[in-house]
C-alpha cells in the first residue's frame, strides 16, 4: 500500500482590525501570490523561533504597516484545513487598538468591510467559516 501523501502542517497567524464603526480590514493578495486577488485578513508564516502572536505582529507592520501590541491580540478562532501542498493551520486573533492607520506595504488594496457584506468579497475557502463566526459575533 503506498503511503498517503501528508503535506507539512504551515502555521500562519492572521489579524481582524476591527475599526470603530465595526468594520473588518480586508486585504487583497497581490499578483504574484498564490491566491491572488482573494480578499484575506492580513498576516502571514510565522517563522521559527517566533510565537503566532510575535509572527503576526511582524507581518501586521510588514505588510500594513500599523504596530500592535500583544495585549491587543484577542484570539477570536482558528483554520484547520487541507490545502493540498501543506496543511494551514492559522490563529485569528481581533484587533481593536494599534498605532498607525493601514497602508497596503506590498501594493495590496485594502478594505474596510462591514460584517454583513463579507460574503460579496472573494476569499480563500479556508476562510469561508470565518464569515458567519464574525458575523455572530460582530454582527
Ligand atoms: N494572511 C492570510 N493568509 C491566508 C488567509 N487565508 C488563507 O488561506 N491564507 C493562506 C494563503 C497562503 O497560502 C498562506 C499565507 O501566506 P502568505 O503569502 O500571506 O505568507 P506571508 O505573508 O508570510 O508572505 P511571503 O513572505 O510568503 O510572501 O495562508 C488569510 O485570511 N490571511
Ligand atoms: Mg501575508
Not at 32 to 60: H, Q, T, Y
Request: hydrophobic residues 40%; aromatic residues 8%; glycine residues 10%.
Amino acid at each position: 500500500m503506498p503511503t498517503p501523501f501528508r503535506p507539512r502542517t504551515l502555521l500562519v497567524s492572521a489579524g481582524i482590525l476591527i475599526n470603530s464603526s465595526n468594520e473588518v480590514l480586508l486585504a487583497q493578495r497581490p499578483e504574484g501570490k498564490a491566491l491572488a486577488g482573494r480578499w484575506e485578513f492580513p498576516g502571514g508564516k510565522v517563522e521559527a523561533p517566533e510565537s503566532p502572536e510575535d509572527g503576526l505582529i511582524r507581518e501586521l507592520q510588514e505588510e500594513i504597516g500599523v504596530t500592535v501590541a500583544v495585549e491587543a491580540l484577542e484570539p477570536f478562532t482558528f483554520v484547520s484545513e487541507n490545502c493540498g501542498a501543506f496543511h494551514l493551520l492559522m490563529p485569528l486573533y481581533l484587533i481593536r487598538h494599534w498605532e498607525g492607520t493601514p497602508v497596503g506595504r506590498e501594493g495590496q488594496a485594502l478594505e474596510w468591510a462591514p460584517v454583513s457584506t463579507l460574503g460579496d468579497y472573494s476569499m480563500p475557502k479556508p476562510d469561508l467559516p470565518l464569515i458567519p463566526k464574525l458575523q455572530e459575533r460582530l454582527g
